[in-house]
C-alpha cells in the first residue's frame, strides 16, 4: 500500500509480489516486469471496449436492417393496395413478422 501510495500506482503490490516470485533482482527486470502486466492490462481494455464497440455497431446495424426491412415490406403492400395490412403490420408484429416471412424479406 505505502508504494502504491507513493508511486500513485494501485498495482505496484501486485507487481512486487510477482517480482519476488520470479526473483527479479534488479530495476531493469522490475520495470520490464511492470511494462508486461501494463501491456496485459491494456489488452484486457482493449479487448473490452472492442467488445462493447461491436455489439453496439450490431445493435445499429440490426435496427436499420430491421427498419430497412418494414419499409420494404411497406413499399409491396402499398403497391398493392393494402392499407389495411399496412396499419395491421405497423400495430401487430406477429402479423407483421408473418408478412415479413411471406414476402422473403426476414432474413
Known amino acids: 500500500m505505502l508504494m502504491s501510495a507513493m508511486s500513485g500506482f494501485k498495482n505496484v503490490e501486485n507487481i512486487i509480489k510477482v517480482a519476488h516470485e520470479r526473483k527479479v533482482s534488479n530495476m531493469k527486470g522490475f520495470f520490464e516486469l511492470a511494462e508486461e502486466k501494463g501491456l496485459e492490462k491494456g489488452i484486457e481494455l482493449g479487448r473490452t471496449e ?7 455497431l450490431g445493435r445499429t446495424e440490426g435496427r436499420e436492417e430491421g427498419a430497412d426491412m418494414v419499409s ?16 395491421k403490420a405497423n400495430t401487430d408484429k406477429i402479423y407483421r413478422n408473418e408478412l415479413l416471412k411471406k414476402y422473403r424479406l426476414l432474413r
Open 50 to 56: 472492442g467488445i462493447e464497440k461491436g455489439l453496439e
Open 72 to 87: 420494404e415490406l411497406n413499399t409491396i403492400l402499398a403497391r398493392e393496395g393494402n392499407l389495411e395490412k399496412i396499419i
